[in-house]
């Protein structure tokens, strides 16, 4: 237990105590001594002060010719020793009064205060490794997010360039299709005309076929020119949804 032992006393005459051990035992021995040598020397009216001993560490407080004293680990924070020491002067004094004869009962009460700070180094402990846990897994998130980040790029610019050769595919097709398609309007033309079209002006009959003719060419152009466009516009879905989900891990890292 971090704090093991606490005092109260008047000059040399001993209050209150309490502590997990015998109260013959080598600390309430020690803590004995350091209120001996309080007393021998001169203090101001209030005074806070500590005394080493190895691993342990003896904190006192004097106020008002009351002297009141608890026996910490090394690890137990200087700031929350005096607050113990501080609440058990305010509680003595106001169940017991400044003048009162030794208040043995007080000991429950001076327990109750030790086991209170010890929670609260507890608590801390764990709002400390809770902190450490967060943050590890916080810089997992970060380099997550920033790997996301990067592939996101990477495949931006990789569906960039296939955007870019999809296109010059596109206009590449359209030209053939134009091409093929004036060239197939000529073969049906002079199949259905003669060669030298003289047959297109008198027989009206053929009309209806060119048309037909015409109709199934552009529908096959426009038939792949679809098709090009869908894998274009299913390219460009990909690389923003791979950066919305980017964006949403970076955005939840940040909240968090």
């Known amino acids: 237990m971090p704090i093991s032992y606490a005092m109260i006393a008047r ?34 009216t209030e005074t806070r002060n500590v005394f080493t001993m190895g691993k342990r560490v003896y904190y006192y407080y004097l106020f008002d010719g009351l002297t009141y004293i608890c026996m910490c680990d090394e690890t137990f924070q200087r700031e ?33 205060i030790m086991t209170k700070y010890e929670n609260v180094k507890i608590r801390t402990k764990i709002d400390v490794v809770n902190l450490l846990e967060r943050g590890v897994k916080m810089n997992d998130l970060v380099t997550k997010t920033e790997k996301l980040h990067h592939d996101a790029l990477v495949f931006q610019q990789s569906s960039t360039k296939l955007k870019n050769v999809l296109w010059w595919k596109n206009i590449k097709y359209q030209l053939l299709a134009l091409v093929l398609f004036a060239v197939l309007m000529w073969i049906g033309a ?29 529908s096959g152009i426009d038939s792949a020119q679809h098709g090009i ?23 939840d890292a940040l909240h968090r």
């Open 11 to 44: 000059d040399l005459a001993v209050l209150c105590e309490y502590t997990d051990e015998p109260v013959d035992t080598e600390p309430a021995k020690f803590a004995h001594a350091v209120l001996r040598d309080i007393v021998d020397k001169a203090h101001p």
């Open 80 to 112: 929350a020793a005096y607050a113990m020491l501080e609440e058990t002067k305010n509680e003595f004094l106001s169940r017991s009064g400044h003048r009162s004869k030794t208040p043995k009962d007080f000991a429950p009460h001076l327990h109750a």
């Open 190 to 218: 002079s199949w259905i005309c003669g060669w030298d079209m003289s047959s297109c002006g008198s027989n009206t009959r053929n009309i209806p076929m060119i048309r037909d003719i015409s109709h199934s060419v552009s």
């Open 229 to 251: 466009e869908s894998t274009v516009d299913s390219a460009q879905q990909q690389v923003g949804g791979t950066i919305d989900k980017a964006k949403g891990v970076a955005a």
